[in-house]
């Protein structure tokens, strides 16, 4: 499948579209199990903010190139080149601030897919270790193959996961005590627990099969109104971090414009017709 042209530039994403309105975006570091070093997660954070703002997706999926690997996580040996701690100068608080704006251009890398104001589906495999979890966390539905292996790796590395694995995995999963069992133990887990915890709904045979899956569920979500997937993505994603009436509040703000869209007319024209509806680009 061919690389859709306006994403031509990327070195460690491809981009490819396998239905109509779907993005296909992967990791694409195989020699290094697409480990993500600075250049690779700063184009990560650019073709989703791409991807978000095209019109001619509506949906993404995510996976990584290869049979060997989603992703490995951070590059540790890129990593250790490129941070302050090995090139910055001066003293500890002059490298700590220098420190929290490497964190935080990570962080913002990775959070660009929850920030997607498309639905993305991260497609898990074989290797999803360390950074992976955060990726999928990230994510709005996340499905993978029977062999993935998983892990929140940091604690083996001397550090406690900072870009986004203890704030949004404790939100994912309905136990606070397998989150804590697997981030503080570093200890690897497989896809029967990750679908028993609640963090994939689907578990599928092999890579090929999982992709299948996943593009015949965006091809369905692309076939809704981008109005009402989109703005359904928006809405759960605020009603997480806040109260049920600041939630309902916004969704008033946010439906009064909704309901004066042509796609609420089409929707329920189509429904009482019994024919299948077609929406516009947004």
């Known amino acids: 499948m061919s690389i859709v042209p306006a994403y031509a530039s990327y070195q460690y994403m491809r981009v490819t579209s396998p239905a109509e309105y779907v993005a296909h975006v992967e990791i694409n570091n195989p020699k290094r199990l697409n480990a ?3 250049a690779v997660w700063l184009e990560y954070g650019r073709v ?20 060997r690997a989603f992703t490995s996580g951070l590059d540790v040996k890129a990593a250790t080149a490129d941070s302050p701690l090995t090139t910055a100068e001066g003293d500890e608080v002059r490298r700590a601030k220098l420190l929290r704006g490497h ?3 990570f962080q913002t890398s990775i959070t660009s897919v929850e920030k997607c104001e498309k639905p993305v589906i991260a497609v898990l495999h074989d290797v999803a270790i360390g950074l992976a979890i955060d990726i999928a966390t990230c994510a709005d539905i996340r499905i993978c193959t029977a062999k993935t292996r998983f892990a929140v790796k ?53 890579k090929a099969t999982a992709i299948a899956a996943a593009v015949k569920l965006a091809s369905l979500l692309a ?4 109005v009402a997937v989109q703005g359904t993505k928006e809405l759960l994603n605020y009603g997480k971090e806040h109260s049920v009436a600041d939630s309902l509040r916004y969704t008033q703000v946010w439906n009064s414009v ?24 947004l």
């Open 36 to 38: 993500f070093s600075q």
């Open 48 to 67: 989703f903010a791409q991807i978000s703002a095209d019109p001619e997706f509506r949906v993404a999926l995510l996976s990584g190139v290869g049979d």
């Open 103 to 105: 964190i935080e251009e």
């Open 154 to 206: 940091e604690v083996d590395i001397g550090l406690a996961a900072d870009i986004g694995t203890l704030a949004r995995l404790p939100k994912v999963v309905g136990s606070l005590s397998w989150v804590k069992d697997v981030c503080m133990t570093a200890r690897d887990f497989g896809a029967a627990e990750a679908l028993a915890q609640g963090f994939v709904s689907q578990v599928h045979e092999d």
């Open 223 to 226: 076939s809704k109104s981008p």
């Open 258 to 281: 909704a309901l004066q869209g042509e796609d609420f007319v089409t929707a329920m024209m189509s429904s009482m017709q019994k024919k299948k509806p077609s929406f516009s680009k």
